[in-house]
C-alpha cells in the first residue's frame, strides 16, 4: 500500500518535472541572442519560413520562430516588443491602433494581387468601373457585362486582410463595397472561385493557378512586369517591421533576406516580386516615384 | 495508561489522511474557480471596452444590421452591429437541434428498448465514434460535400444556414443521442413492468410512459446539444460564408458569431476598436453559454423523477 503509494508520488513528480525541465530545454532564447521570433502576415509567412531555415542553417545554433496570426497581430505584437519582427502586408500607418513612430519598416518582397473569376463565366478582362460596380452589387449577372448567364457571387477576404486591403485600394480606388461572404485564407478562396459558377475573388499571384481565371483590369495583364513599371498597380510591400533599429540576430536576419542571394532566389520561387527588380517606388500615401 | 491516552489524543492517521485529501480536492477546486473566474473577467473587461471607452450603445451594438468596424456610419460612430451574427448564431443552433432531435430519440429509443443488445454493440460504438471526429475534419468534408450538394439543390452558393444545419447536425448527434440514451436508461424498470401489466403495447410503453418519464432528461441533452452547436467555431466557419448579413433565406451567405471572430482576431490588433467589438461578441456567446447553463439546471431540478 505504502509503496504503491510512494511509486505514485514519485511518478507524478517524474512526470511534471520532465514536463518542466523539457520546457527548460526548448524554452525561447531570444533574450540570450540564440533566436528570434517574428509573427504576423501570412502571406509573408511562407518566405520567412523559407529563409529562416537556411539562416539557420547557415548560423549553428540560431534559430527563426516564425508565426502567422495575420497583419493585425504582427502589427500589434512589434508595438508591444513581443517578438523581434513583425510581419505586415499593409504600411503600420495604415493600421488602426498602431503608433508607428517607433517601428523601422523594412520592405523585403512585393506581392502583385489579382482578381480571379470562376472559368465559366468566360471573361478575361474588365475596366476598374466595371470590377466596381460589380463588388458594389450594381451588377448582378454576369450577362450585363458580357459573360454567360449566372449570378454573380462575391467572396472576399477577411475584413482587416492585407490583400483585401490592397485589392480594394488599388482595384477599386477606395470605391465603397457591398457586404459579401467572407473567407480568411487565400487557397480556401481560390478553391471556392474555381468549384463555384460566377464566383469572383482576389489573391496574390502566387496562388492563382490555372483553376481560376486572372483578369485583366483595363487591358493591362497581370504580369510580374507590369508590376514592376506600377502599369499593374494593386500591388503591395511586404513590411518586416522592427521596434527601434534591429539589432543581433535580427539585424542580421532581415540582411540576410535583402540580401541578393535571397532576393534572386527564394524570393522569386515563391511567387514573390523582388524589391530590386522594381522600377517605381510607392509610399505609404500612395505616391509613386519612379527609381533611377 | 500513557501510552493508550496518548495515542487516543493524537489525530490518528486515517484523519490526517482524510485532511490531506480535502486539502488537495480543496485546491482543485480553487484553481478551477479561479480559471473561471479569470476567462469572465478578461472577457468581460475586454467586451465592456466598447461600450465604456469607445462610447458604442449596447442597443445600437446588439440591434445594428450593418458590421464594418473600421468605417464610421452615418451617426459618426463605428459600425458595430451584431444583429447578423446573433440570427445566424440563433437560427444555425435551433435549426440542428430541430433536426437532430427526433434522429437522436428514435436511435437513443432503439438502441435502449427496442433491440438492447444489437443495439449497444453497434450504435453505441457509432456514435462514440462521432464524438471523436475533430471538427475541422466536419468543416472539411461539409466544403467539399455537403455545400456543393446544396448549391446544386438549391442554389444560390452553397454557402449559408443550410449548410451550417446540416454539418451541426451530425456534430450534436451523437452528444444529443448518448445523453438521451443515458435518461432511458435510468428510467426505473418496474414504470415499464408495471405500464406492461396494465396491458399497454410495447409502442405504448415506449411512447406514453418511458419518453414521458425521461422528458427532463431529453430536454436537458437537447440544450447540451444546442451549447455545443452554439459554441463550435471552426466547421461552421467553413460552409457558413462569413457574410455579416441578416439571412434572406436559409442558402444565402451569412455569419455566426464564432465565424466572425475567428476570421477577425489575427487581422485587428489589441486595444484597438475593431478589437475590442470582436471582445464583444465573445462576450456575448460566454453569456449565451452561461444562459444554456441555466436553462440546464433549472430543467434538471423541476424535472427530478418524483
Redesign the interface.
Known amino acids: 500500500m505504502n509503496k504503491r503509494r510512494i511509486a505514485g508520488v514519485a511518478l507524478f513528480l517524474i512526470a511534471v518535472g520532465g514536463l518542466l525541465g523539457l520546457g527548460y530545454q526548448t524554452r525561447n532564447r531570444s533574450s540570450a541572442g540564440g533566436s528570434i521570433t517574428t509573427v504576423g502576415s501570412t502571406a509573408l509567412q511562407p518566405l520567412v519560413e523559407a529563409a529562416g531555415e537556411q539562416f539557420s542553417g547557415d548560423h549553428l545554433g540560431v534559430f527563426i520562430n516564425v508565426q ?6 504582427g ?2 505584437q512589434i ?2 516588443g513581443a517578438v523581434a519582427i513583425g510581419n505586415s502586408d499593409v504600411f503600420a500607418e495604415e ?4 503608433h508607428s513612430h517607433n517601428l523601422v519598416d523594412h520592405r523585403v518582397a512585393v506581392v502583385g494581387i489579382v482578381p480571379i473569376i470562376n472559368k465559366e463565366v468566360g471573361l478575361k478582362t474588365l475596366t476598374t468601373a466595371q470590377l466596381q460596380k460589380v463588388f458594389d452589387g450594381t451588377y448582378t449577372n454576369w450577362r450585363e457585362l458580357g459573360g454567360k448567364n449566372v449570378p454573380i ?1 462575391i467572396v472576399n477576404r ?4 492585407g490583400t483585401r486591403a490592397t485589392f480594394e485600394k488599388w482595384a477599386l480606388r477606395g470605391h465603397h463595397v457591398k ?6 485564407s487565400s487557397g ?1 478562396v481560390r478553391s ?1 472561385v474555381s ?2 459558377p460566377g ?1 469572383i475573388s482576389y489573391v496574390a499571384f502566387s496562388y492563382a493557378n490555372k483553376t481560376v481565371q486572372k483578369v485583366a483590369i483595363n487591358g493591362v495583364t497581370p504580369t510580374n512586369q507590369n508590376v514592376t513599371s506600377n502599369k499593374w498597380q494593386v500591388w503591395s510591400y511586404e513590411h518586416m517591421y522592427t521596434n527601434g533599429r534591429p539589432k543581433g540576430v535580427a539585424k542580421s536576419f532581415l540582411n540576410y533576406i535583402e540580401s541578393p542571394k535571397i532576393q534572386s532566389t527564394l524570393v522569386r520561387q515563391l511567387g514573390y516580386i523582388s524589391i530590386s527588380q522594381m522600377h517605381v517606388e510607392r509610399d505609404v500615401k500612395g505616391r509613386v516615384t519612379v527609381i533611377r | 495508561m500513557d501510552k493508550i491516552k496518548e495515542k487516543l489524543q493524537q489525530t490518528s492517521q486515517a484523519t490526517r489522511s482524510e485532511r490531506r485529501g480535502r486539502f488537495i480536492s480543496f485546491l482543485a477546486l480553487i484553481l478551477i474557480l479561479v480559471v473561471v473566474i479569470a476567462i469572465f473577467w478578461f472577457v468581460a473587461a475586454k467586451g465592456l471596452a466598447t461600450f465604456f471607452q469607445n462610447h458604442i450603445n449596447v442597443w445600437d451594438f446588439l440591434s445594428g444590421k ?5 468605417v464610421k456610419g452615418a451617426n459618426g460612430k463605428p459600425e458595430v452591429g451584431a444583429l447578423p451574427m446573433i440570427v445566424g448564431s440563433f437560427l444555425i443552433t435551433l435549426l440542428s437541434a430541430l433536426v437532430a432531435t427526433p434522429f437522436a430519440i428514435g436511435t437513443a429509443v432503439f438502441m435502449n428498448e427496442i433491440a438492447p443488445r444489437n443495439g449497444a454493440k453497434i450504435l453505441q460504438p457509432v456514435t462514440e465514434l462521432l464524438v471523436g471526429i475533430p471538427s475541422v475534419v466536419y468543416g472539411f468534408i461539409g466544403l467539399s460535400v455537403v455545400v ?1 450538394f446544396v ?1 446544386h439543390v438549391f442554389g444560390g ?3 449559408g444556414i443550410l449548410s451550417g444545419t446540416f454539418v451541426l447536425f451530425v456534430m450534436i448527434l451523437p452528444t444529443v443521442t448518448s445523453m438521451t440514451a443515458d435518461t432511458l436508461k435510468s428510467v426505473p424498470r418496474y414504470y415499464r413492468e408495471a405500464s406492461l401489466a396494465l396491458g399497454a403495447t410495447r409502442w405504448q410503453t415506449i411512447h406514453k410512459v418511458v419518453l414521458r418519464a425521461a422528458t427532463p432528461g431529453i430536454l436537458t441533452a437537447i440544450v447540451f446539444g444546442m451549447a455545443r452547436a452554439f459554441g463550435e467555431a471552426l466547421a461552421v ?2 460552409v457558413v ?5 441578416l439571412p434572406h433565406n436559409l442558402v444565402s ?1 451569412s ?1 455566426t458569431l464564432t465565424s466572425v471572430l ?3 482576431i ?10 475590442n467589438a470582436l471582445w464583444s461578441l465573445a462576450l456575448v456567446l460566454l453569456t449565451m453559454s452561461l444562459f444554456f447553463n441555466v436553462i440546464i439546471r433549472i430543467i434538471g431540478r423541476k424535472g427530478e423523477l418524483r
Not at chain 1, 502567422?68 to 497581430?73: E, R
Not at chain 1, 477577411?158 to 486582410?161: N, Y
Open positions: 502567422g496570426g495575420g497583419s493585425g497581430t502589427l500589434s508595438q508591444e493600421q488602426s491602433g498602431i457571387t477577411a475584413q482587416g486582410s457586404t459579401a461572404q467572407e473567407q480568411d480556401m471556392i468549384t463555384t464566383a | 450593418t458590421w464594418d468596424p473600421s456543393p448549391r452558393s452553397g454557402f466557419q467553413m460564408g462569413n457574410a455579416t448579413l451567405p455569419s475567428t476570421e477577425g489575427g487581422n485587428t490588433v489589441m486595444g484597438s476598436l475593431q478589437n
